[in-house]
């Protein structure tokens, strides 16, 4: 089974309008964290934003949030405000704490397009 | 901070050559991955080292695929002999044992003909 799935091949949104990336994810470890990275089309990875499977509120960084259901093992990426520099590959992740991995699995990613 | 840097940023060689991918982590960080990164596979680990140990190699394709880190600041990942299959970008990153977020570099394209 899949670890990590995300089901938007690609996304579209206006410039200036709020869009979600999907992200659900699978564990048994009680313990974990998931992270988003964004891909824009030179190649490098940029960490985004993080959260904790005990933390009591959702992350945001800036104009990033982090819709997290824990009962629906969901991490939703939420960018408000879309800006043309946006327009990227997206990929959410987790890290399982159990034996102490630092592992980090990769889901296959979401293309977002920002139109003006 | 110059963040992680990957040399080199471009490789082309031919099928049965030595290919060696040099990275240098953000300077204290206590880990350092390896990952892979092709369009039928995704992003993959290949290995990770905490404090220049080796801790999982689980994801190293096969024998032909080695990975050294002989000190805090300095990483190899080669390849011998190379094949086309091994075309990919090849990423290293680096993280706090304190933090979980790792930091990225800018990835070595590798193209073996």
């Known amino acids: 089974a899949q670890k990590i799935t995300q089901t938007q091949p690609g996304m579209f949104v206006q410039e200036k309008e709020a869009v979600t990336l999907d992200c659900t994810y699978d564990t048994s470890d009680p313990s974990y964290g998931l992270f988003w990275y964004k891909q824009p089309s030179s190649g490098e990875m940029i960490f985004l934003i993080y959260?904790?499977?005990?933390?009591?509120q959702n992350a945001t960084e800036g104009r990033y949030s982090l819709n997290f259901q824990k009962a629906r093992k969901s991490a939703n990426l939420v960018i408000s405000a879309s800006q043309l520099g946006d327009s990227a590959m997206y990929f959410c992740?987790?890290?399982?704490?159990?034996?102490?991995?630092?592992?980090?699995?990769f889901g296959k990613g979401t293309k977002l397009t920002v139109n003006p | 901070d110059a963040g992680v840097i990957q040399s080199p940023r471009h490789e082309v060689t031919e099928m049965g050559q030595e290919v060696t991918l040099r990275c240098k982590p953000i300077s204290g960080h206590d880990y350092l991955f390896w990952y892979r990164q092709t369009m039928m596979r995704g992003l993959e680990l290949l290995i990770y080292f905490n404090n220049n140990v080796p801790i999982d190699d689980s994801g190293m394709p096969e024998d032909r695929f080695s990975a050294k880190m002989p000190n805090a600041s300095f990483s190899t990942l080669k390849i011998q002999p190379s094949e086309p299959r091994d075309s990919a970008v090849y990423f290293c990153?680096?993280?706090?044992?304190?933090?979980?977020?790792?930091?990225f570099g800018p990835g070595t394209r590798l193209t073996v003909t």
């Open positions: 959260q904790g499977s005990y933390d009591q």
């Open positions: 992740a987790m890290r399982e704490a159990q034996g102490g991995s630092e592992k980090l699995v």
């Open positions: 990153a680096s993280s706090f044992v304190q933090t979980y977020e790792q930091y």
